[in-house]
């Protein structure tokens, strides 16, 4: 199996910033597209950024200019710098990848546990 694990959430005053890490590991062969998403108390769960194995990138028009997805293909790792944070960036941000696993030899969407931003002052 392929589990993802986040890291880098907390509570941060309006116009700063964080870094959310996301770690793949165990029986994988390759990561596809990584992707975070996030979801705020009482709505549903949105797209904020994907990324490709080859680094081309996607964001909600809402974080455009302000965050940015990378990766680190060789650490199975991917990470989201959030930068002029807002109250209504508040929720919980999950990381989210396609990767294959050799045992079993399979595709398989993963979710990690979710990691709660909390913007306010």
């Known amino acids: 199996q392929v589990q993802l694990v986040e890291s880098g959430g907390g509570l941060v005053q309006p116009g700063g910033s964080l870094r959310l890490s996301c770690a793949a590991s165990?029986?994988?062969?390759?990561?596809?597209?990584m992707g975070w998403f996030r979801q705020a108390p009482g709505k549903e769960r949105e797209l904020v950024a994907t990324?490709?194995?080859?680094?081309?990138?996607n964001y909600a028009d809402s974080v455009k200019g302000r965050f940015t997805i990378s990766r680190d293909n060789a650490k199975n790792t991917e990470y989201l710098q959030m930068n002029s944070l807002k109250a209504e960036d508040t929720a919980v941000y999950y990381c989210?990848?396609?990767?294959?696993?050799?045992?079993?030899?399979?595709?398989?969407?993963?979710w990690g546990q979710g990691t709660l931003v909390t913007v306010s002052s």
């Open positions: 989210n990848a396609g990767a294959l696993s050799h045992t079993p030899f399979q595709w398989l969407e993963v």
């Open positions: 165990g029986s994988i062969l390759l990561i596809n597209t």
């Open positions: 990324i490709t194995s080859v680094g081309s990138t």
